[in-house]
């Protein structure tokens, strides 16, 4: 099955310097079970990121994502909306 994965990111005007590295909050999407990362997605203001992707039929299959987390050193508050788009294929 595949989807569509949207993520509005909502960032105040004070949170130009967010890096997200120091302050965390990337959409990360790497194969299940392999520990190489196939796109990182750095918060940026008022932004909304399309990945179409395979998404997975049990824990061991597909192209998973996670948000990592904020850290209290981040300069402000973070908004970010994540929608999935399940497509199934007709055979």
């Known amino acids: ?6 993520v509005l ?5 004070e949170a130009k310097e967010w890096d997200a ?24 203001a008022n932004t909304l990121s399309l990945v179409y992707r395979d998404t997975p039929s049990d824990e061991n ?7 990592r987390f904020v850290n209290h050193k981040a300069p402000s508050f ?6 999935v788009y399940r497509v199934r294929h007709e055979e």
């Open 21 to 44: 590295d120091v302050h965390g909050g990337s959409r990360h999407y790497l194969v299940a079970n392999e520990e190489e990362e196939l796109v990182v997605i750095a918060p940026r």
């Open 1 to 6: 099955m595949a989807g569509l994965d949207a």
């Open 78 to 83: 973070m908004f970010q909306i994540n929608v």
């Open 61 to 67: 299959s597909g192209v998973i994502s996670f948000t």
């Open 9 to 13: 990111c909502i960032l105040p005007p």
